[in-house]
């Protein structure tokens, strides 16, 4: 009995040696992750070639065609599995306390957080294999061959204008007699077909081949999100994007086609909302159409107000009543969810998080939709009124 007990406590030993080597394994992993993205930061066309072209498709494939071709959401499952594997963890921790000395409690709570340090590096390693490395590839204006530069107001307010003209034009097109009506003009799973169909378009156009078939799913409790200020997101570890279920029936397509531009590699906010602005505008659905070019116009005329706030940005634009009402029905809209100071917190939580990718700009980055745009349409000069 004792000598089988002396193999016991021997085996036991060993196996929590491996276990805390394994643990230390990955935190050394995910820093090597680390080193690694900023040493690939200084060779974007390697990272293009052999990631975003090569084992980035092989991902996108692999989540596509599993997880991507059931009903549900995959976020769920992941939930779940969290949910049961954080209460495992208590549970065991729980029961190893019990009745345990001082020395063995300090030896229990230093053990649980060398796993949650793991986990957590883990999870980093994961999330830069599986899509953060794409942070790394060229921007887009260098593959377009961009020239961008900084904007002045004129500047500004002359895209303005002809951003104005395009709303107005898709506004009219719209089905008469939907004023103070918005009705949900997209289901969902059409709204999917026709933002990728596009989205592919416009990627193609530029000389991307957009792998695999990136999934949209809608959080029926959107407006939790809402609350902290996220429209939409997409989740590297089920390969799927998530927007907001408490979204306007009219924002649903371009934040559609910004997750799903993310979903495609293009890590960039910016150039996720530039690439959902042309893949919006060229579709032949007339709210995909109008959602793009709304959001466009809405950008530009925030950016108007915070240059010269005494202005009135919606004269300066020329922007006819119809289009003035949808855009304060969107703001007064999200208005009812505050922002605060939760949302405060996450955005800087999010500027953070971005710098340590090598975003320098932050969540600025948002705003080089602007430049982006008007530097493809200059780029395309006689050929860009009449752009696809
Ligand atoms: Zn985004």
């Given amino acids: 009995m004792i000598f089988w007990n002396a193999i016991v406590v021997k085996l036991s030993g060993i196996w929590r040696r491996i276990r805390s080597r394994g643990r230390f394994s990955w935190i050394i992993l995910a820093v090597a992750a680390f080193v690694l993205r900023g040493v690939l930061a200084r060779y974007p066309q390697i990272v293009e070639t052999v990631y975003a072209r090569g084992i980035f498709v092989l991902i996108r494939n692999t989540f596509d065609y599993t997880l991507g071709r059931q009903p549900l959401p995959a976020v769920y499952f992941f939930g779940a599995l969290m949910i049961f594997w954080v209460a495992r ?36 390693l994961f999330f830069m294999m599986l899509w953060g490395y794409n942070y790394a590839r060229p921007r887009i204006s260098t593959q377009l061959g961009l020239r961008m530069a900084e904007l002045s ?13 395009e709303a107005a034009a898709a506004r009219r097109a719209l089905v008469d007699g939907f004023e103070g009506n918005w009705p949900n ?30 999934r949209i799913r809608t959080f029926r ?20 994007a998530y927007i907001s279920g408490g979204l306007l029936p009219i924002e649903r397509p ?38 793009g070019k709304l959001r466009y116009l809405m950008s530009i005329e925030t950016r108007i107000r915070m240059r010269a706030p005494q202005r009135s940005a919606g004269l300066l634009l ?66 860009v009124e009449s752009m696809p």
């Fill in 254 to 291: 371009f934040v559609a086609a910004h997750e799903m531009a993310h979903a495609y590699g293009f890590t960039d906010e910016g150039e996720a909302n530039f690439l959902a602005w042309m893949a919006c505008r060229r579709s032949e659905d007339p709210w995909v159409a109008y959602s």
């Fill in 89 to 124: 963890a208590v549970w065991r921790t729980v029961r190893r306390l019990k009745g345990a000395s001082n020395e063995r409690i300090g030896f229990v709570v230093r053990d649980q957080a060398l796993s949650l340090t793991a986990i957590a590096a883990a999870i980093t």
């Fill in 318 to 383: 020329g922007i006819p009543i119809s289009v003035l009402n949808d855009m304060a029905r969107i703001r007064e809209y999200h208005q009812r969810f505050g922002g605060g100071i939760i949302a405060g917190s996450w955005w800087r939580v999010y500027d953070v998080y971005l710098k340590s990718l090598g975003v320098t700009a932050g969540t600025v980055s948002y705003r080089r939709m602007v430049p982006l745009a008007i530097a493809w349409r200059r780029l395309n000069a006689g050929r």
């Fill in 185 to 214: 003009a997209l289901p969902n799973k059409q709204l999917e077909k026709h933002v990728r169909r596009s989205l592919v378009e416009t990627l193609r156009q530029m000389g991307y081949s957009p792998p695999g078939k990136p």
């Fill in 153 to 165: 107001t004129a500047e500004l307010i002359e895209e303005g204008r002809w951003a104005a003209h």
């Fill in 221 to 240: 409790a959107g407006g939790l999100m809402l609350h902290v200020s996220v429209s939409g997101f997409y989740f590297p570890f089920t390969g799927e």
